[in-house]
């Protein structure tokens, strides 16, 4: 079966907007526009089961629902595209390939929100995905396919670029309304919820990218043709996986959900590298726990993967190898969190050097007895913070001691690290 | 003092925006390509531009990891140190960097064309060790890779 995203994809460049077209492309759009009513079109974008991309896996359709219907003044849309989790680079492929089912997908979700102008959110560094977007909206636009009376109707849509200037708290969706507003990007309180007060106080609704991409199809080929995509009954649709690490042919590949790790892994991507053996994965980006060889056939839909205690996430599948020190892996996550902490809240802005300082130690064989009890009241506490940043941080620290803590007690025991 | 061309066209793109507020970030990454850094100077035009306080674009400086408030060099080079570049040992690369630099991470080079920088996941971790050099991305890092990418970045304007 045809997958809908990378179905599109040259080898090597991006897709024109005439083949995009030629493809199938807009015919979402043309049939939204020409009989479907905004309600139906949210309502086969809940039916399709389709779940947020980003990270937290939310169903989309029922995200949309809760912008109430009756409030006046402007609405906003974001599409995130801050992406900014290690492992994680799956819409840097996608929008180097084709900026054109975002593009269509956002006006989809304008059309069924009820919104007049969204943004996209992109983060510093994407200036290629930037310019395919830019260069995209134009062609939409002279198509009358957004901007004023799309398709000579008397709906106008307007899509706006903002680039931003590099910070991983962006991508939380209060943080990056308040960055796209031009304030501090510390988050905000919720409640209010964006759905309510967002965007300069107005109903907003923030998406990742994968998520708005995979409209344009669901509405063109229904919701049933969605979730048939999945190869378990758990799952909807298709995902990136964006693979790296220890594997032979580091990709960004599209497999339907539900595809097992293993044939991501030997599959997708040629098996493990230098035939070393497979030691664990973070299957959903660096705020993911880590998933073990016993879970080899685990079926990547997001509530099984739940059910074995990670996240499926971003879809960001780091693997390690047998030669890679977990705690040293662990240490870099946590460094990459203390760094990009926004600072707002103390538990997070001093606990995780703390955290960073005693992995240290343990990596330099400086560890002590009581380090792993310290460090698992980290795991506890940091879960009381002003935002998730600090309890993703956690999230592998959690995984390390749940399962690796022979590892761990290792490096004390010994004085060193054992894999030095 | 700003050229009047400069200014004239960042009014105008704080005039596109819904509010001036939401240029900000805009207004300072041209500022910084003016000057070369956000020097104290580009913060109180950026908050006379926008109608802040130097004070609220300082907050706003100081947060973002491509803005910079001390002086850098020509180029920037960003070197990734997350998870990805770490299992494709790119504490290797950036020891490489560090040597053939002569400067440690933050510092700038004797003849100050390059700053070097450690950051975060660059979304090249299909293409890891990765770096950026004034903004340019290149993937599968070599030591070799990178001494030729240092010399043709030095020449290239
Ligand atoms: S948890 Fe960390 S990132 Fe989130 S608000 Fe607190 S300090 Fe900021
Ligand atoms: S971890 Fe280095 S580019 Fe993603």
């Given at each position: 079966m045809e997958l809908p995203l990378f179905r599109h994809n040259r080898p090597n460049r991006v897709v024109t907007f005439d083949e995009y077209r030629e493809e199938g492309g807009f015919e979402g759009l043309k049939k939204a526009f020409s009989g479907m009513s905004p309600n139906d079109v949210q309502q086969a974008v809940l039916d399709s089961g389709l779940r947020g991309r980003?990270?937290?896996?939310?169903a989309t359709g029922r995200k949309w629902s809760f912008?109430?219907?009756?409030?006046?003044g402007p609405r906003w849309l974001i599409c995130n595209c801050?992406?900014?989790?290690?492992?994680?680079y799956k819409d840097r492929v996608l929008l180097e390939h084709n900026p054109y089912s975002l593009i269509e997908g956002m006006t989809l979700a304008c059309y069924a929100l009820g919104v007049r102008h969204a943004f996209i959110f992109i983060r510093k560094g994407y200036e290629k995905a930037a310019a395919n977007l830019a260069r995209g909206i134009e062609e939409a636009k002279k198509a009358g396919l957004?901007?004023?009376?799309?398709?000579?109707?008397?709906h106008s849509i307007d899509l706006d670029l903002h680039l931003s200037a590099?910070?991983?708290?962006?991508?939380e969706e209060t943080a990056l309304i308040n960055a796209l507003e031009g304030k501090r990007p510390n988050p905000r309180t919720k409640p209010p919820f964006p759905a309510v007060?967002?965007?300069?106080q107005g109903p907003t609704v923030v998406n990742n990218v994968e998520t708005l991409a995979n409209v344009p199809a669901i509405v063109a080929n229904g919701a049933a043709w969605f979730k048939g995509?999945?190869?378990?009954?758990?799952g909807a649709g298709s995902k990136l996986f964006c693979v790296s690490g220890s594997v032979k042919n580091r990709a960004c590949v599209e497999l339907p959900?539900?595809?097992t790790l293993g044939d991501i892994i030997d599959g997708a991507c040629g098996g493990m590298r230098d035939g070393k053996k497979f030691?664990?994965?973070?299957?959903?980006?660096?705020?993911t726990q880590f998933l073990k060889p016993?879970?080899?056939?685990?079926?990547?839909?997001y509530d099984t993967v739940a059910k074995a205690g990670s996240r499926l996430g971003s879809g960001g599948v780091i693997v390690f190898d047998e030669g890679h020190c977990l705690v040293e892996a662990t240490l870099n996550l946590i460094n990459f969190f203390a760094r990009e902490?926004?600072?707002?809240?103390t538990p997070c802005r001093e606990g995780l050097p703390y955290v960073k300082e005693i992995l240290t130690r343990i990596e330099n064989?400086?560890?002590?007895?009581?380090d792993i009890a310290i460090l698992r009241e980290h795991v506890k506490y940091l879960?009381?913070?002003?935002?998730?940043l600090a309890p993703g941080a956690m999230a592998p620290l959690d995984g390390l001691l749940r399962d690796f803590e022979d590892e761990v007690r290792e490096h004390i025991v010994k004085k060193k690290c054992p894999l030095k | 003092m700003i050229p009047e061309t400069l200014k004239t066209s960042l009014e105008a793109r704080i005039a596109s925006?819904?509010?001036?507020?939401?240029?900000a970030v805009d207004v300072m990454k041209e500022l910084q390509a003016h000057y070369g850094w956000l020097t104290d100077e580009a913060v109180a035009e950026a908050a006379a531009l926008l109608g802040l306080s130097p004070l609220q674009v300082e907050e706003l400086a100081t947060f973002y990891?491509?803005?910079?408030r001390r002086p850098v060099g020509k180029k920037v080079i960003h070197v990734c140190d997350s998870i990805s570049c770490w299992c494709a040992d790119c504490d290797k690369i950036i020891q490489h960097l560090k040597d053939k630099l002569g400067?440690?991470?933050?510092g700038t080079t004797a003849d100050g064309m390059f700053t070097l920088l450690p950051c975060c996941c660059m979304g090249m971790c299909g293409d890891s060790p990765a770096m950026s050099v004034g903004g340019v991305p290149y993937g599968r890092l070599t030591p070799e890779l990178v001494d030729e990418i240092l010399e043709a970045e030095r020449h290239k304007v």
């Open positions: 980003g990270g937290a896996g939310f912008v109430p219907r009756d409030l006046p801050d992406e900014m989790e290690p492992g994680t957004l901007g004023e009376h799309i398709l000579g109707s008397e590099g910070r991983y708290i962006c991508g007060k967002g965007l300069w995509l999945a190869l378990n009954p758990e959900i539900g595809t030691k664990a994965c973070i299957p959903g980006g660096a705020s016993e879970h080899w056939n685990l079926p990547m839909d902490s926004c600072g707002w809240c064989g400086r560890g002590e007895d009581d879960n009381y913070t002003f935002c998730a | 925006a819904i509010t001036a507020r939401e240029a990891e491509m803005i910079y400067v440690g991470l933050g």
